[in-house]
């Protein structure tokens, strides 16, 4: 049970209801696909009164029961006028934060530092998709509507063990560069990593929180950036405590699926093969998800890597057992398999797998279906939580917005984004910046989570970076989820996503035998 104390203003008096406000019809995207670049807004509201943003702080007091703990904490709307570094301009950047009462006699609590994706966007998709004291609940029927998501209390958030911070970039929701500077400065990996470091400086530094261990948590191309803001904190002598990966892009090469890097064929049979078995064509008998799942590893691993790369050296009847057993673990026919040697793309499986139905797998979420190869049926989810995020603000800071909130920054396509290497021969190893923080912090752990659904950022592509980057195995975690691109929109998902966060921030459960080593 959540609910603010006497003194505020505003109520958290929420229960399974529905939205009041009307979804947004949107094609928005937590990750640059087709449509990259665009820039939305939430629902605009008649008594609009973006001033209550931009006057200044705004903090609630409240408790709530998390993790089985009641917190008495503060919830906060902020503005920090942070300083550019190394020629970068200044930045106005807006904050939402919860702030457990402190335990006069304990260490300081961990503060989790977490952020979206884009590039680049507000961290609300996670403030009310997962983490914040309410979330947004989807039903179980997939083709339902937006309105009729509900704004829950989020009992599974992690406020219990840790003070939690939302990032938003400067042009992102109410966060901007200074008047008259060019936010285009900021568009690069290296950049816009630098205006998080500076702003976690300034956030820790005004509320007294400099040795406080810090939390990373990055989603899809917020992957790129808490890994290289993990590499300039430590370099700067301040490596944080953790970070966690959720639907990874570091080996973005994987995502991209270029045609002759046979490994990304490999790293996206698993999620194939999972929607293969959501949709019920493939044979379940005699085995349960996780053993399929494990058959589906073996084969992709061994037998199916080693006939990608043969390619044409492959002898006809060996080409035909692996397109029978690709049939067998995909749904795909095996003459489509040898028609296209023995490779399809995850696009090309979208469209595919229900073609005879006239029915296509969603993009972000391949658990929903529509009829268009060039949308993408999840997208459902990006409209109900603009229509939670509104309402909740409303509710609990007294924040009307229109569309001065940025869903997206303003990007003339992928290309106006600087993602670090000038040519073919550019190396784009983001995983890298994540090695020092294992060397400087023998305590530093690394989570790395991923939807079985999601066929952009894929459940192969995350074992694959476990399994290369060379980092200390005891030290690593992969942790897989029913769902999508946010399979934190699954309630059970919901929980164990945030179960394996408070885990992996006071080093319990599996972790534990890491510390003991």
Known sequence: MIKILPTQRTSLQRHSSGFRTAAVAAMLTVFPVVLAGCVGSLPAHADTDLEVANRGDVSVQAEGVFGGKSVNYTASFERF?????????????????????????????PVLFAFNGGPISPSFWLHIGALGPQRVSAPVDLSAPASEFELIENTTSPLDVADLVFFDPASTGFSRVAEGEDPRAYYSVEADA???VNFV????????????????????????????????MTEAGQPPA???????????????????????YVASLPTLAALAWETDMVDRSGRDFDAFMSDVNAFGQTEYLLALYQGS??????????????????????????KNHLRISKEQFRVELLRDSGKVLGRSDGRYL???????????????YTAGWSEYLSETFGIHVDEQYALFAELNGLDDWRWGASSPFGHFDYSARLDRAFTDNPDFRLAIGNGYHDTMTTVGAADLLAKQAGWPADRVRLLFYQGGHMAYSIDETAVAFNDDIRDWITGRGDWTSAASN
């Open 81 to 109: 006028e942070v300083p550019g570094t190394n020629g970068l301009p200044d930045v106005s950047l807006a904050t939402f934060s919860y702030v457990a009462e402190p335990d006069a006699k304990g260490p300081q609590r």
């Open 313 to 338: 050296g492959l002898d006809r009847s060996e080409q035909a057992k692996i397109a029978d057993k690709l049939e067998g673990f995909t749904g795909i026919p095996a003459d489509w398999y040898l």
């Open 201 to 232: 400086q300034a956030w820790l530094k005004r509320h007294g929180r400099q040795d406080a261990p810090v939390f990373i948590l990055g989603e899809s191309y917020g992957t790129m950036r808490a890994a290289e803001a993990a590499g300039q």
């Open 242 to 264: 953790g970070v966690y990966l959720m639907g990874q892009a570091l080996n973005i090469i994987e995502y991209s699926q270029r045609r002759q890097n046979i490994l990304s």
């Open 194 to 196: 630098a205006q998080f």
């Open 370 to 384: 529509g009829e268009d190869p060039r949308g993408d049926a999840s997208s459902v989810l990006k409209g109900a």
